[in-house]
């Protein structure tokens, strides 16, 4: 079992930047890969980015390529989003996962473990 805790989101305005972080709980943090996904309000949660279990190997959706960068420190079990130049468009709650599987996932079903969010909000 692992348990994923959210923290950095806020209220920033269009430009800005915020670092979320996602802490894990247990022994088991680096045989997992990471993702952060994103919800906004009567919008499916998409995807966002993902990390290889190592880190060597990142992923990104179009919409955040280039601004939004993810890392992990496996010593620390937490996943990062560093997140530049936010857009309103990016307003939502973000959430992370982490999935046991080794094919890369952009969909949510196929991440075993979620935390419980944390709201963005960009303004223009």
């Known amino acids: 079992q692992v348990q994923l805790v959210e923290s950095g989101g806020g209220l920033v305005q269009a430009g800005g930047s915020l670092r979320l972080s996602c802490a894990a709980s247990?022994?088991?943090?680096?045989?997992?890969?990471m993702g952060w996904f994103r919800q906004a309000p009567g919008k499916e949660r998409e995807f966002v980015s993902r990390?290889?279990?190592?880190?060597?190997?990142?992923y990104y959706a179009d919409s955040v390529k280039g601004r939004f960068t993810i890392s992990r420190d496996n010593a620390k079990n937490t996943v990062y989003l560093q997140m530049n130049s936010l857009k309103p468009e990016d307003t939502a709650v973000y959430y992370c996962?982490?999935?046991?599987?080794?094919?890369?996932?952009?969909?949510?079903?196929?991440?075993?473990?979620w935390g419980q969010g944390t709201q963005v909000t960009v303004s223009s």
């Open positions: 990390i290889s279990r190592s880190g060597g190997s990142t």
């Open positions: 247990g022994r088991t943090f680096s045989r997992y890969a």
């Open positions: 996962a982490a999935d046991a599987g080794v094919v890369v996932a952009t969909v949510p079903d196929r991440y075993d473990y």
